[in-house]
């Protein structure tokens, strides 16, 4: 009972910031109907920047830089956006899907070489928030990696709040829910847009940032939360917020529980990630819409 | 009814099939220029650069085909490398494990065919024809078995998981179907690398090689060659037949070109069949040259690689994204000591490409050489027109 | 605007063909005689005749084979000199691919300038760049090293080093590459075993010879070839010294967590055999994904039923997050658990990820500690650090005695005639930074039919450790030498 309930607090722990980080990508889907394939490597340069801010700016609260590599990174996804995501919605595109996969796509594959050119392919690990680890009775838990925990917890309830109760909020809902309706009332969907883009890449790069002192960071360190963040919104439903926080957790769990008891120990932790997909593809095939998501129009 | 000649448009809605026509001269003639200088180049480029050209066949064997899936039937499926591995890892299984015998060895499961025994060979536990030979007849032959059945084989698996894929998505819009294929690949990749009592994963999976008595290059130049040609002439042949009017028309408009008669289901699992079957035949032929595989050809920055050079050199043509996969692929080999600043500029040049040349950098380059200029907007009425003269009855 | 988009786009194209045109030299149909003319240079000679300005040496070469049977040739003495008027022989391109690709049978091509010899091994993902550098630095730091001291055979030696991005097919490209087109006489270096093995064949087809520095794998001297020679230990040796410490400290019950590469299942399944062999029988081995993030839910697994001591077989930074997680789980280094790190442990960032949760962990160390440095290793760490700014480990230290003992052979040779390089290597002696190196079984000392295969052409007594951190933040010199017992600075064992 103890093992499977310091599993569970295991899977938890992880599945909240993997919550956080697919919340991003749903979020882009909800207002642009894009999936981001370069949103791994948004959560990459979160961790690089985070790392960088702290080694040029010395002393610095690494929270601080936390809030700071997030922000900068969703800048620059605004910035993108702006410059390659607009003209899609102005009906400059032909094939606007197909376009934004292959943007998105080719921005993946420019930002990881990018960041192997740069930063070389050592790997990097900006220094700890707290040291040590925490004994909670069942288990002991890394103290970074609570840390980061307990912020995505924060932030995925700041972020709710901000969704459900501030007016920007609403307006995003309203534009996930119908673009027409709401530009008729005024609401502009093209900045919604930005906004959203750059809001969601910037929950992939706070993730990425929070996880860095546990993991430290490599320019292909996006490539795993990557296609774990398209299992998480399938699942969850794309475009579903409550959707993709639950599907966090449950890939958590699911992560946690694979490598815990899967029967053959000296395969369990490579067929986590079979699993994971294989689950992903019989959603696609059998329940498209996930759990939360709405029926395709 | 009109009588449909094979291949050329037959009426036009507008002043475009001329246009079409020189488009497809021009085509020619830049294909058999580029063809002459790759006929000749062994004679003086050296034994590395012929490398790098075969590597740069196998790519644009891709490109192209890729292009076809995703510029003609609008199918953009990231499972084109997972097929391109189904048929070079079918043929490397089946020369680890499979071996023609002159007597039975008793005990390996085995078939008999005429005066010889097909003998399969065992992934776990002690080789059992090492064991068998114990007692077997002095003199008996063990050999591999000839390498042309196996090349068959390689591209039906191929075209088997086109077919399986191709049906599972024929109602996913582009996201699911991109999500899906990337799911498809990376479990087999997952596979393969985890299970390498079968597939000696990351060790690498000896494969015969097709010429195994010479060292030279040369006649895998050729061979490489010679199927980039047949692939782009099938596939020339296929997207001005019919099928690849239907195509078009079905990429255009989906539910207007069934409305006109167009089995849409058919047409698009068909494209996924065969485009994999090209990809399954580019990887039997890369097994037999580099005579070892490895995971690692299937991972998805490769495919990033491809779609990029079938979008550089433009998406909607079979020859532009070939050629424009043999132009990457020797420009990077030239850029080598940029190192990984190499594929930022691909990255960089594959993102403007897409946002301002949507339809590549060479096809346009090509098309100006023609002077015709595409125009976007009638192609789909124009698709449409040309789908009911074909359907009419 | 289109039009403007257009133009540029076809000027890009036209800029991009450049490159392509200039690559492929120009058609060339047979050797042909020339007269030296005012301004004439033997390298822009060969860039213009044969399209490559390095393919000068073959100009040297077959002149003087002229020179030999017809006076009115010129012989060339220095490439750098050359008189108008002289009579020279331009070769055909097939005659100079034929010179650099070594196929003159002419012993001791004497024509160029530089002998040329191959490094290779993984400078990029998804190979392991930190160890294949390293190897490129040392071997390089050696051939400069011996340059000054005057070069081999009178000649200054260059080394060419190929990245294998640690992929067997790779390793065969570039393989290819060096000997053919580069035209070296010899290679040395290499990582990975994997990719190490795809190169050797290449190797034999050509007839070159290689010194491996580091590949473990069994089958590269188990290969049997004539030209395959290895400074490194086998797989076998390697994993015998750790089976043997564990067998001496006294642990009965072993979980290694592995990386499930080519190397970490060689090791698994070596470790399993070997211990059973010496009666340790409660051993698992579990397989990982080496980019595997989080190992926590596997350790939770193995905390279950907590073993006497945890290996953690990941190479790169697996190596190092799965010490931190096994630690902060509270599992190993425990009074309970011993952890056993892998070679990676020796960097400095090794301490810069795991912080205090690195003591006590003990790893395997090919290489010399520092109590065992005779005055060849002294000088080389002092020049290696002095020259890159950084400690270097064992595998610079092979990759270093590597290169000395090809380049000695080469010279006891007087040649670098593949075979009389091989010849030179069977007898070779040399005392390099890691000690007397010789290569005990060869053609004329086959190994004895009890022995296993890989002793092939193997230096036998490669120097294979195990080190064991007593204090957070040791450097590898300063961490305890503890087995085996002859050589040790430190107690068997230190617990937490």
């Known amino acids: 009972m103890e093992y499977f309930l310091s599993l569970t607090i295991t899977g938890l722990v992880m599945g909240i910031i993997y919550a956080l980080m697919a919340l991003g990508l749903t979020l882009i889907f909800s207002i642009l109907g894009v999936i981001n394939f370069a949103h791994g490597e948004f959560y990459m340069l979160g961790g690089y920047m985070s790392y960088f801010i702290l080694a040029v700016v010395a002393g610095l609260n690494p929270f601080v830089a936390v809030a700071v590599g997030g922000l900068i990174i969703a800048l620059i996804g605004l910035i993108f956006e702006l410059g390659f995501l607009r003209p899609m919605h102005l009906g400059h595109i032909e094939r606007p899907a197909e376009y934004a996969i292959l943007i998105t796509f080719g921005l993946s594959f420019f930002l990881q070489n990018l960041a192997l050119a740069t930063f070389g392919p050592y790997p990097h690990r900006p220094p700890s928030f707290f040291e040590g680890s925490v004994d909670l009775g069942i288990i002991r838990i890394g103290a970074d990696r609570l840390t980061a925990s307990l912020l995505a917890l924060a932030l995925l309830a700041v972020l709710l709040l901000i969704i459900n109760r501030t007016w920007i909020g609403k307006a995003l809902q309203a534009v996930s829910q119908n673009k027409d309706a709401t530009a008729i009332v005024g609401i502009n969907p093209l900045r919604m847009n930005t906004l959203a883009f750059g809001m969601g890449v910037g929950l992939a790069a706070l993730s990425g940032a929070l996880l860095a002192p546990s993991f430290s960071i490599t320019p292909d360190v996006g490539a795993v939360p990557s296609i774990r963040s398209y299992i998480i919104i399938v699942l969850g439903g794309m475009g579903s917020i409550p959707g993709s926080i639950l599907g966090g957790l449950l890939i958590g769990l699911v992560e946690s529980f694979g490598a815990g008891y899967f029967p053959d120990p000296s395969r369990a932790l490579n067929y986590k990630m079979v699993f994971g997909l294989v689950i992903f593809a019989l959603i696609l095939l059998f329940r498209p819409r996930g759990l939360f998501g709405r029926r395709e129009a | ?393 | 605007m289109k039009k403007f988009w257009n133009l540029f786009l076809i000027a890009a194209m036209l800029l991009a063909a450049v490159p392509v045109v200039a690559a492929a030299p120009p058609p060339q149909d047979g050797g042909q005689d020339y007269v030296v003319v005012a301004d004439d240079w033997l390298s822009k000679l060969s860039d213009k005749f044969l399209g490559d300005v390095l393919a000068y040496p073959a100009i040297t070469y077959y002149t003087n084979q002229k020179n030999a049977e017809d006076d009115s040739y010129a012989q060339i003495t220095d490439s750098d000199v050359i008189e108008v008027g002289w009579k020279i022989y331009i070769p055909s391109s097939e005659e100079a691919q034929a010179y650099f690709a070594g196929q003159t049978t002419t012993a001791g091509a004497m024509g160029g300038e530089t002998i040329k010899i191959g490094g290779f091994g993984p400078l990029s993902a998804p190979g392991s760049y930190q160890g294949g550098t390293e190897m490129r630095q040392a071997a390089e730091l050696a051939v400069d090293e011996i340059n000054a001291a005057g070069g081999v055979l009178g000649r200054q030696v260059e080394l060419i080093f190929g990245d294998t991005e640690g992929l067997p097919e790779r390793g065969t490209a570039v393989t290819e590459r060096l000997i053919t087109q580069e035209g070296v006489v010899a290679l040395t270096g290499e990582y990975h075993s994997g990719v190490a093995l795809a190169e050797l064949e290449v190797a034999h087809k050509y007839g070159i010879p290689v010194v491996f520095a580091e590949p473990w794998a069994d089958e590269v001297t188990g290969s049997g070839y004539d030209e395959i020679f290895r400074v490194a230990p086998s797989i076998e040796f390697y994993s015998s010294i750790a089976s043997n410490y564990i067998a001496e400290v006294g642990w009965d019950k072993i979980v290694f967590v592995t990386e499930d590469t080519d190397y970490g299942r060689l090791q698994g399944e070596g470790w399993v055999e070997q211990l059973e062999a010496l009666g340790i029988t409660d051993v698992e081995v579990i397989y990982a994904d080496p980019a595997t993030e989080d190992f926590t839910p596997i350790l939770q697994r193995i905390a279950q039923d907590p073993p006497d001591m945890l290996g953690g077989v990941i190479t790169g930074i697996g190596n190092s997050r799965m010490l931190r997680q096994a630690c902060e789980l509270g599992l190993a280094p425990t009074a309970q658990t011993a952890y056993y790190a892998t070679t990676d442990s020796q960097y400095p960032e090794f301490w810069e990820t795991v912080g205090d949760c690195g003591q006590y962990a003990f790893f395997t160390y090919v290489g010399l500690p520092k109590s065992l440095w005779n005055e060849n290793t002294e000088a080389f760490m002092a020049t290696y650090e002095e020259r890159y700014g950084q400690v270097p480990g064992g595998v610079a230290m092979e990759a270093y005695d590597s290169v000395y003992v090809l380049l000695k052979a080469m010279e006891q040779a007087g040649s670098t005639d593949a075979q009389a390089v091989i010849d030179a290597l069977e007898d070779i002696e040399h005392t390099g930074v890691l000690g007397k190196i010789w290569f005990e079984y060869d053609s004329k000392n086959p190994v004895p039919a009890d022995q296993p295969a890989w002793m092939w052409h193997q230096w036998l007594t490669p120097n294979v450790f195990i080190l064991q951190y007593t204090e957070a933040g040791q450097s590898v010199d300063e961490a305890a030498v503890t087995y085996p017992a002859e050589r040790a600075t430190g107690s068997l064992y230190t617990s937490p």
């Open chain 2, 1 to 393: 009814m009109t009588a449909n000649t094979e291949g050329t448009s037959t009426q036009s809605t507008g002043n475009n099939s001329t246009g079409r026509r020189l488009w497809f001269s021009t085509q020619w003639v830049v294909a058999v220029i580029v063809l002459v200088i790759a006929l000749i180049a062994p004679l003086f480029v050296q034994t590395y650069w012929l490398h790098v050209l075969i590597i740069a066949y196998f790519y644009a064997i891709l490109a192209s085909s890729w292009s076809l899936l995703a510029g003609y039937a609008g199918q953009f499926s990231f499972a084109h490398m997972a097929f391109m591995a189904l048929g070079a890892y079918t043929v490397g299984l089946l020369g680890r494990f499979l071996r023609l015998s002159t007597a039975p060895t008793g005990t390996c499961a085995e078939v008999r065919l005429g005066n010889l025994w097909l003998v399969l060979l065992n992934a776990v536990g002690d080789n059992c024809l090492e064991v068998g030979k114990a007692n077997m007849p002095v003199g008996t032959l063990i050999y591999h078995p000839p390498l042309v059945p196996g090349i068959i084989l390689g591209i039906l698996v191929a075209g088997l998981a086109g077919l399986a894929i191709g049906a599972l998505v024929l109602r996913f819009r582009a996201a699911y179907l991109a999500l899906f294929t990337i799911a498809f690949s990376e479990i087999l990749r997952t596979l393969i690398r985890g299970e390498p009592q079968i597939t000696r994963g990351d060790h690498g999976l000896r494969v015969a090689a097709l010429f195994p008595d010479t060292i030279s290059r040369i006649p895998y130049y050729y061979t490489m060659l010679a199927i980039l040609v047949a692939s782009l002439l099938f596939m020339f042949w296929l997207a001005r037949s019919r099928v690849g009017l239907f195509l078009r028309a079905i990429r255009e408009d989906e539910e207007a070109a069934a409305a006109r008669g167009v089995d849409v289901v058919r047409y698009k699992v068909m494209t996924f069949v065969i485009t994999a079957m090209l990809a399954g035949l580019a990887g039997v032929f890369l097994a037999h040259y580099i005579t070892i595989l490895s995971p690692n050809i299937m991972v998805l920055p490769q495919m990033g690689l491809v779609i990029a050079m079938a979008i550089i050199g433009g998406v909607e043509s079979l020859l532009a994204a070939a050629i424009g996969a043999l132009i990457i692929q020797v420009s990077l080999e030239l850029l080598r000591e940029f190192e990984a600043w190499r594929l930022v500029i691909f990255g960089a040049l594959l993102i403007v490409t897409l946002r301002f040349a949507r339809n590549g950098l060479l096809a346009p380059l090509m098309q100006q050489l023609a002077g015709v200029v595409p125009r976007p907007e009638s192609r789909r009425e124009e698709a449409a027109a040309e789908v009911g003269e074909e359907v009419r009855v």
